[in-house]
Every structure is written in structure tokens, then in C-alpha cells.
């Protein structure tokens, strides 16, 4: 039962934020309370090379029953590569939310970020990709849907009937503020503050009952330097017997490296 409750919340974390693409002037333009921020990549250097370094802690179990581990990860912007004939920029991670190793792919345009999936994926993940994770110009406050999907496959026989159940997904990105955020590299101002929010609604193929989930991660992106520091909390409700589980993760930045752009 434990292990079904990890699948689970790991399977949440789908909302795809550790990303990172070349910077230029920095330009802000404010009118009506709005701030736009015209040069919006340079909150998010991808050049071949750059390194980020982060340290990080895990909770999770039921409400009276907490499991507290700490954890180290190293991003690296590795090369790009084609998906489907297209061209997707490779960040490898070590150990992202302490799940160990693994490839993410995203891609940047004249619009935004859009994120492609990861390696290894889930079943449910590649249903969904590829789908937009930022909109550029970043406008402070904006937000928009990133997916709305319905009856696809979980990917997984949660009730052990012998069918896989089908799943309902919703996600949403907000740019919420620009605010001054300090971790261990040291104290960034005016960092972009980014909330993503995913919900599913599991139904069981063999039993009528259902079960929901929630993805909520607030990411801090500063100039020139990428993602700073990140907080996610997975929620998933009670499946018969059990009480549910809440997973915290949070990340912070030590180190890091951008690399020249050619």
C-alpha cells in the first residue's frame, strides 16, 4: 500500500518547472499596476555547458507520520537533441526531488517555453506532452491553463482489477510576483516568482470510487542565473483504507555556472 502511495505522488510531479535559455537587456515596462518583462529568456539561461547545483529536503507521509530526508542535485545543460523533428535543449538532472537521475527536454520560441517530456517518463507524461510551461513576455501578474485533459490512461492498476484506470488532468501557470529571494548562492533581487498547479481525478475502472490529487510548486527564476529555488507540496486523497499522503520537496541553489553564449 506505501509503495502504491509513492507511485502515486510521484506520478504528480508532472508539472515540468526545473527549467532553464540566453539572456539579453533586461527591460521592464510597467503600466496599470502590470509589469512586462520585455527580455523575458534571461530568467532562463540554457546555453550547453551551464551547471546548477542544488540542496534540497523531502517530507512525506500522512499527517502523523513524516518522513524527513535531505538530498543533493546537479542540473546540467547537456546538448539538444530532435523529438519528433524537433529540436529540444537536454537538461540532465542527478537526482531531481530525490527521484534519482533523469533527462528533461524543453524548447524555447519567440513565445515562450514548452516542456517535452522526460526520460525516463511515465505513461500519463507522455500523453500530455508536449505542453507550454511559460508564456513570454513574462507578465507580472498573468497566468494561463497549460492543459486541460480528460478519460486518459493512468498507467497503472491501482484497484487490481486486471485495467488500468483513466485519469482527468488540469494544469495552470501563474507569474505572480517579482520579489527578493535568499539561498545559499547568495541573495537575488527581483526574482520572478512562478506558481504551477496540476489537479487529477483518478477513476477506478473495478470499484466505484475515485481519487484526487494536487500539484502545487512555487519557483523563484533570477536574471542571468535561472531557477533559484523551488517548493512543491503533492497532495493525494485517501484510497480505502488508506489516509492519503502529503509530499513537501524544496530545492535551493548553491552553486552555479552559466555558460557563455556562442
Same mark, same amino acid.
Given at each position: 500500500?506505501?509503495q ?35 527580455q ?47 529540436t ?10 530525490n ?50 485533459? !480528460? @478519460?486518459? %490512461?493512468?498507467? +497503472? ?5 486486471? *485495467? ?6 488540469? $494544469? ?32 477506478? !475502472? @473495478?470499484? %466505484?470510487?475515485? +481519487? ?5 510548486? *512555487? ?6 542565473? $535561472?531557477?533559484?529555488?523551488y ?30 553564449q556562442?
Open positions: 500500500m506505501r502504491r502511495l509513492r507511485f502515486l505522488c510521484a506520478v504528480l510531479a508532472l508539472v515540468g518547472l526545473v527549467i532553464t535559455v540566453p539572456f539579453h537587456t533586461h527591460v521592464i515596462e510597467a503600466a496599470d499596476n502590470v509589469i512586462t518583462l520585455a523575458s529568456a534571461e530568467y532562463f539561461p540554457d546555453t550547453i555547458g551551464s551547471r546548477w547545483q542544488y540542496r534540497g529536503q523531502i517530507s512525506e507521509g500522512p499527517i502523523q507520520t513524516i518522513d524527513l530526508k535531505y538530498f543533493s542535485n546537479v542540473s546540467e545543460v547537456t546538448g539538444t537533441k530532435k523529438l519528433n523533428g524537433v529540444v535543449t537536454v537538461f540532465h538532472d542527478t537526482n531531481p526531488g527521484h534519482g537521475p533523469s533527462d528533461s527536454y524543453y524548447r524555447r520560441d519567440a513565445v515562450g517555453m514548452v516542456y517535452y517530456g522526460s526520460d525516463p517518463g511515465t505513461p500519463l507524461e507522455k500523453q500530455i506532452a508536449p505542453y507550454q510551461i511559460v508564456r513570454f513576455p513574462l507578465t507580472v501578474p498573468s497566468s494561463f491553463q497549460q492543459l486541460n485533459r !480528460s @478519460g486518459l %490512461d493512468f498507467g +497503472a492498476d491501482i484497484d487490481r482489477d486486471g *485495467t488500468d484506470e483513466t485519469v482527468d488532468v488540469k $494544469g495552470w501557470t501563474s507569474v505572480v510576483a517579482q520579489e527578493r529571494v535568499t539561498v545559499p548562492a547568495g541573495t537575488f533581487a527581483d526574482a520572478v516568482k512562478i506558481e504551477a498547479r496540476m489537479t487529477m481525478r483518478i477513476h477506478m !475502472s @473495478g470499484e %466505484d470510487h475515485e +481519487a484526487s490529487g494536487t500539484d502545487v510548486m *512555487t519557483a523563484w527564476f533570477a536574471r542571468g542565473v $535561472g531557477l533559484v529555488k517548493v512543491e507540496r503533492q497532495e493525494l486523497s485517501a484510497i480505502k483504507d488508506d489516509r492519503g499522503v502529503v509530499t513537501e520537496i524544496t530545492e535551493e541553489l548553491e552553486e552555479y555556472a552559466i555558460a557563455p556562442r
